[in-house]
């Protein structure tokens, strides 16, 4: 069984940092690209961030490019999100997702079939 | 930037069909997929490459890519289809529309 369990939200002040990870089980991991994707209260979904497999390949979106960082540890089934520079604007449940394209590392195969259950990110003095 | 646009809302009676809409520029040369979110859960994949159910998504769900639009269709609607949905695509990054929310009434 698939599973995504995320970790490392909480409150912190504007300009401030967080490290988010999500540990991966039940697939063999360096085969999947993973995603981080974002929703603040009341709103849609906003894709953040994507890795490929390897960790070669890293994509962000225009929001959060110079400011965030993804990298993966392949040996702990674990991606993070480094988040720096916060703002209030970054407020929301963070999901950590997988994507569904076996080998994919980007692209239109860049979708997501397991999503974790999220974890908040409040920034806020 | 690439967007794709939503109608904000969708309503349908329970056992009729429901169409949720999906434009962009030249959105039937790349793959689509469709999300369904449920108040307070993750979203769940119900479509991916345009056209394909994962597993366990029921057979009422269907969809289509075609010009500028892409088009999630659901059969014989029934209440726990009552959510938002949201369709992807990538342009330089996933792109997510706004999100539509299905009403069942």
């Known amino acids: 069984e698939v599973q995504l369990l995320e970790s490392g939200g909480g409150l912190v002040e504007p300009g401030g940092s967080l490290r988010l990870s999500c540990e991966a089980s039940?697939?063999?991991?360096?085969?999947?690209?993973m995603s981080w994707v974002r929703q603040a209260p009341g709103k849609g979904l906003e894709w953040v961030s994507g890795?490929?497999?390897?960790?070669?390949?890293?994509y962000y979106a225009d929001s959060v490019k110079g400011r965030f960082t993804i990298s993966r540890d392949n040996s702990k089934n674990t991606v993070y999100l480094q988040m720096n520079s916060l703002r209030a604007e970054d407020t929301a449940v963070y999901y950590c997702?997988?994507?569904?394209?076996?080998?994919?590392?980007?692209?239109?195969?860049?979708?997501?079939?397991?999503w974790g259950q999220g974890i908040l990110v409040t920034v806020s003095s | 930037s690439y967007e794709l646009t939503q109608p904000p809302s969708v309503s349908v009676s329970p056992g009729l069909t429901a169409s949720i809409s999906c434009s962009g520029d030249?959105?039937?040369?790349?793959?689509v997929s469709w999300y369904q979110q449920k108040p307070g859960q993750s979203p769940v994949l119900v479509i991916y490459?345009?056209?394909k159910r994962p597993s366990g998504i029921p057979e009422r769900f269907s969809a289509s890519n075609s010009g500028n639009t892409a088009t999630l269709t659901i059969s014989g609607t029934q209440a726990m289809d009552e959510a938002d949905y949201y369709c992807?695509?990538?342009?330089?990054?996933?792109?997510f529309g706004g999100g539509t929310k299905l009403t069942v009434l």
């Open positions: 039940g697939f063999m991991f360096s085969d999947y690209a």
């Open positions: 490459q345009d056209d």
């Open positions: 997702a997988r994507v569904g394209d076996q080998y994919c590392a980007g692209g239109s195969c860049f979708y997501s079939d397991y």
């Open positions: 992807q695509a990538w342009g330089s990054g996933v792109v």
């Open positions: 030249k959105l039937g040369s790349d793959y």
């Open positions: 890795i490929s497999g390897s960790g070669q390949s890293t």
